[in-house]
């Protein structure tokens, strides 16, 4: 029988190893010796993210009362400072919050909007020609107004328990303290200094690299009191991010060169995040909700689960190119319609209850044929879908995602992002700026003159892929919670995560590290290490494979387990770990 690389044991077997690799680890949470006496089973909290100092950070939230948004509110402001080349202060982000005494669903969207002066040909040259991407991606003009410390805020209003300022308290002691540099920033430096001004432009050329000019070596203790002056005077006010110092400084850096953006300080002090209702899709005995337009979650991730319902995906299990095959195939059919039809809902019609129609779907699952790949996926024509043009707008992975459960059965699963790698490699007050705007369609419109859904408009939101997903039971209890970071590729990581975990029995941390396999398009990319019988027998049915990718996904998962408490699960390619805590630790 044809077996993955990794143990189908325990979870926690499986996380040890790791752990020994120095790669993850993750902590499930074990009652105390007096509650499992008395029966009892403890109430539980847990954090997973990408990087241990976050995952404290927000740990210590919980333990001081706070609610699953607090614990979010400090996950992000140390991310931005211990993972800076993937999130932060300077980017958006999606935020989907359950509520554990309610059962309510609710998205915040912190996803960034475009300046007031730019028009749909942002990314054509003086000749009428799309810009390459590197050229867009280091320019200004790549620089859309942030959100996420404005969604933060709004969700902080409704859902906070602490002060807003106890958030940034660990953000601030550790810039100002230190921290250590990761292998991963050292290593992503080096690779993006051959094609970019990161390592020429100041501040980010003293920052990430040292005197040499070489990468700033895994281990290093940093510190950055620029960071720490921006947490201050965001804890005293969020609006001080949105006006006055650190805003001006956005609109400086901006309008540095290469290529000077369009951001004005009107456009950071007008941003306003969009309170969404979550969209769900149900899947066997769940409901799957995520983030519905301008991101690709709920419908994208909630098609290719909708579009596997009527396959045995039990039976065709992990280790059968029968069940990877289905997952490719419906993954084909859901990127095809996401391209098509996916923008910002303000600008364009966006036909969300016709892309999870029931029929609608029963029809696409139709041409999914279980023994032969198809030949070519083609966007479908749901019900009340306008006629549109191909959409294929790229975007880039330089994004995080955390799950963060509270005490009282809160739930927050969160993407958040810069866009690219290091963003747009511009920095201010001890962040770096997003490059969001190539999110959009850089060639606005097709050759028959019609305006794609996803082309650039003043105060638009680009499309995004950011699926930030939790898992209902058919009671509407929390389930699960997972997400990844990795441009357009996080809709198939996690829906992998989710086949993974609901069809295939695997644990969270198995779940995780499952190789990735994403099929856009023609071309199905699958990751290094991915079974060598597997894919002969994958292109034995017809599938077109560039094997060996390097799909670096960044899954973090929070699960009810068995017994009713939590465990969690950190994907080995990053940093991330997930812990949890019991009442017991709380003082």
Request: aromatic share 8%; glycine share 10%; net charge negative.
């Amino acid at each position: 029988m044809i077996r993955f690389p990794f143990p189908r044991a325990a979870g926690a077997v499986f996380a040890l190893a790791l752990a020994a690799c120095g790669e993850t680890e993750t902590s499930a949470v074990a009652p105390p010796e007096d509650a499992a006496a008395a029966g009892e089973t403890p109430r539980e909290a847990m954090v997973a993210a990408a990087h241990p100092l976050a995952v404290e950070a927000g740990l210590d939230a919980l333990r001081a009362g706070g609610s699953a948004v607090d614990a979010a509110i400090a996950v992000q402001a140390v991310l931005g400072l211990v993972e800076p080349q993937s999130s932060g202060l300077g980017g958006g982000a999606f935020m989907v919050r359950y509520d554990g005494e309610s059962g309510e669903m609710t998205v915040y969207d912190g996803r960034e909007t475009a300046p007031a002066a730019v028009d749909e040909t942002l990314f054509l040259d003086e000749a009428g020609e799309p810009l390459d991407f590197v050229s867009a991606w280091t320019s200004g003009r790549s620089v859309g107004a942030p959100g996420a410390v404005a969604m933060l805020a709004m969700a902080h209003g409704e859902h906070g328990t602490l002060p807003w300022a106890a958030g940034f308290a660990d953000a601030e002691r550790l810039a100002e303290d230190g921290f250590a540099f990761t292998a991963r920033t050292a290593s992503l430096a080096e690779r993006i200094a051959a094609y970019t001004q990161l390592d020429e432009a100041e501040p980010t050329a003293s920052y990430f690299y040292d005197e040499t000019g070489a990468p700033r070596p895994a281990g290093e203790t940093v510190t950055n009191p620029a960071y720490a002056e921006t947490v201050r005077a965001i804890a005293a006010d969020w609006r001080n991010f949105y006006e006055g110092e650190i805003a001006e400084g956005i609109v400086a850096a901006v309008n540095q060169p290469p290529r000077p953006g369009f951001l004005t300080e009107d456009d950071i002090a007008g941003y306003e995040p969009v309170v969404r209702d979550a969209v769900c899709t149900p899947y066997r005995d769940y409901r799957i909700c995520s983030a519905p337009p301008p991101s690709s979650g709920a419908v994208a991730v909630g098609q290719i689960m909708a579009l596997l319902e009527g396959f045995d995906m039990v039976a065709r299990g992990v280790d059968s190119a029968e069940g990877w095959h289905l997952f490719i195939e419906a993954s084909r059919l859901a990127y095809a319609d996401r391209d098509r039809y996916v923008g910002d809902p303000a600008f364009a019609d966006v036909p969300v209850d016709g892309l999870l129609d029931p029929g609608y779907l029963d029809a696409r699952a139709a041409l999914i044929d279980p023994e032969a790949a198809m030949d070519h996926a083609e966007a479908g024509r749901p019900p009340g879908a306008p006629v549109q043009p191909e959409d294929a707008s790229e975007d880039a992975p330089g994004t995080s995602h955390f799950v963060v459960v509270d005490f009282d059965g809160n739930v927050v699963s969160m993407t958040t992002t810069i866009e690219s790698a290091f963003g747009s490699q511009r920095m201010t007050g001890g962040f770096l700026l997003n490059n969001q705007l190539t999110d959009f369609a850089f060639v606005p419109r097709d050759e028959a003159g019609r305006l794609r859904p996803n082309a650039v408009a003043p105060g638009k939101r680009p499309r995004s892929s950011m699926s930030p997903v939790i898992v209902l039971d058919e009671d509407g209890e929390f389930v699960l919670a997972t997400g990844s970071p990795g441009g357009n590729s996080i809709i198939g990581y996690t829906a992998k995560s989710l086949v993974a975990m609901l069809d295939w029995g695997l644990e969270p941390d198995q779940a995780a590290a499952l190789p990735n396999v994403v099929a856009r398009g023609d071309t199905t990319n699958i990751e290094e290490g991915f079974d060598v019988e597997l894919l002969a027998a994958l292109r034995e049915m017809g599938h077109a494979i560039e094997a060996n990718q390097g799909e670096n996904s960044g899954i973090h998962i929070v699960r009810i387990a068995e017994d009713g408490g939590l465990e969690g699960g950190a994907d080995p390619r990053r940093d991330g770990v997930a812990r949890g805590l019991t009442e017991a630790a709380r003082p």
